[in-house]
């Protein structure tokens, strides 16, 4: 065997083996996304179950529109930090900010967000925009952009999937709706 016909195999060898270590870099790379993924996950979802965001949006969603009849408080609005029970609009709006951020660079893929939170996330964004158009006023467009941009893209998944995303090609589990008669009776159906 020649020495060129044993320096062309080497050659060959060493693209086989450069790569091999490519594709196995690239495999580690999405392994190592699919990790953060996960525990960026994990971390939203424990934010979403406290004891403290549930408050948080509690008091956004109910208590908060009343208290904006009040100009005093509309005028904390402009001057941060917010402090006292209005504070609880921070803790709403940042975090959907953050989580916002993770979908923008994904770091959260925005269809596994939207599938999990979109409802949330939605309704969070229409109980917040008075607000935040009142606040924008002093601090400019800037102001919660991310959750604006989580609230565009979770808006656009629920009108490509207005039905939800179970799966077409499996079939639905059987429940009866026990409490349908009686509550149509209390006037609680249909849910508005």
Not at 15 to 40: C, D, E, F, K, Y
Not at 42 to 69: H, I, Y
Not at 125 to 148: D, V
């Amino acid at each position: 065997m020649s020495l060129e016909v044993l320096n062309t195999f080497a050659s060959v060898g060493t693209l086989i083996v450069i790569a091999a270590t490519a594709i196995a870099a690239l495999a580690q790379l999405r392994h190592s996304r699919g990790s953060n993924q996960i525990v960026a996950l994990t971390e939203c979802r424990e934010v979403l179950e406290s004891e403290a965001f549930a408050a948080a949006l509690v008091f956004v969603r109910r208590e908060l529109p009343a208290k904006m009849e009040d100009p005093a408080i509309r005028a904390k609005l402009l001057t941060p930090p917010l402090s006292g029970d209005i504070r609880a609009i921070n803790i709403v709006g940042n975090f959907f900010e953050s989580m916002g951020s993770f979908v923008k660079h994904d770091i959260i893929d925005a269809d596994i967000a939207c599938d999990l939170w979109g409802g949330i996330v939605e309704s969070s964004w229409k109980s917040l925009t008075p607000i935040l158009a009142i606040m924008r006023r002093s601090a400019g467009p800037a102001l919660w952009e991310n959750f604006e941009y989580l609230a565009a893209v979770a808006s656009a998944y629920t009108a490509k999937f207005p039905e939800g995303t179970y799966p077409k090609t499996t079939q639905r589990m059987a429940f009866d709706d026990i409490w349908l008669e009686a509550d149509k009776t209390a006037g609680l159906y249909p849910r508005q």
